[in-house]
């Protein structure tokens, strides 16, 4: 569901890198944010209206009008049910014509359809969570009994795969081998392949999950007097051994969420608000962390304005 992130703690000072344009400039386009616009209401207020776009790297926004849209219960906010891939490459909706699954890939612009995986009719539908790599894709709503219920789809292959009642889709790899999932008691690793239980843990250890298919990551902030301190925690979901590497960021910057690609590096995603002329700036940028020296490098910082009335990060 589109949602906005609320801001936390900041903190001041810190060294930073930023990446050369031409290094930049030969990096494959990816999707920043889903989103919709925003219209004026009758009571001068606003509301996320029209079609579905797309914000790219490269500056393009796309379009889909096509996309299916929905309206919040008790509320008159025209939403749409969208997930970007946490590596930015691939955007996942419902076709509003005929509710078939679509994965758009960023890379191509080109659309591909799941004919056999269509709308749940028999859910109220709150959110997706798409792999990276597109290949999966965890569907979370409510049923008319009111049950929350969890569905992950096999865009390949067209299965779906119930988690038990009360588990919700938390996190995928980076190859999409592993799917981390939960509540608020235990955290339950599966293997995409099989779908069958690799781990559990009866502790809540809520993170993204790392190429090794084991380890999570965390931003934390704790506020002691007048200062802030920001850390990634990584917890091994095996070994239960945790570890913190502490971060530095600009004043007025929140950590939001870490990432780990195939590589096995590790990312931090910020946001920094600020007004002008009455408008709402909301900086998002991605840092990568060098977990030896703490340094952070930036690797990409955009601005998302208050005209856009929702939005779903890749994240």
Not at 48 to 75: F, Q, Y
Not at 122 to 136: I, N
Request: charged content about 20%; proline content about 5%; hydrophobic content about 40%.
């Amino acid at each position: 569901m589109l949602s906005r992130i609320a801001s936390a703690a900041v903190v001041a000072g810190a060294t930073f890198m930023i990446i050369p344009q031409a290094e930049a400039a030969t990096a494959p386009p990816v999707i920043r944010y889903a989103g919709l616009g925003s219209c004026l209401q009758s009571d001068g207020g606003r509301q996320p209206c029209g079609p579905l776009k797309l914000w790219l790297s490269d500056g393009r926004v796309v379009a889909l009008p096509g996309a299916r849209r929905t309206v919040a219960p008790g509320e008159y906010t025209v939403a749409g049910v969208v997930a970007v891939s946490q590596d930015g490459a691939h955007a996942a909706y419902f076709a509003g014509k005929d509710g078939v699954l679509t994965i758009w890939a960023a890379a191509t612009g080109k659309t591909r359809e799941v004919p056999t995986v269509t709308w749940p009719d028999d859910l109220r539908m709150d959110a997706l969570t798409l792999s990276p790599g597109g290949r999966f894709l965890g569907m979370r709503g409510v049923n008319a009994s009111e049950w929350e219920v969890n569905r992950v789809a096999d865009t390949t292959t067209g299965k779906v795969f119930s988690l038990p009642r009360g588990y919700q889709t938390w996190d995928f790899s980076p190859d999409g081998k592993r799917m981390m999932a939960g509540d608020n008691r235990r955290a339950v690793l599966y293997a995409t392949g099989t779908w069958s239980v690799t781990l559990r843990r009866s502790v809540y250890m809520r993170g993204d999950l790392g190429p090794d298919g084991v380890t999570v990551a965390s931003p934390k902030w704790t506020k002691t007097g007048g200062s802030v301190k920001n850390v990634v925690v990584t917890r091994n979901l095996a070994t239960a051994k945790k570890s913190s590497i502490p971060i530095r960021l600009h004043k007025g910057e929140t950590a939001l969420a870490a990432r780990w690609d195939r590589a096995g590096h590790l990312d931090v995603l910020t946001r920094s608000d600020r007004h002008v002329n009455g408008d709402l700036r909301r900086t998002h940028t991605w840092y990568r962390v060098n977990r030896t020296t703490h340094r952070l490098r930036r690797l990409d910082s955009f601005v998302i304005p208050s005209s856009v009335g929702g939005y779903v990060l890749a994240q």
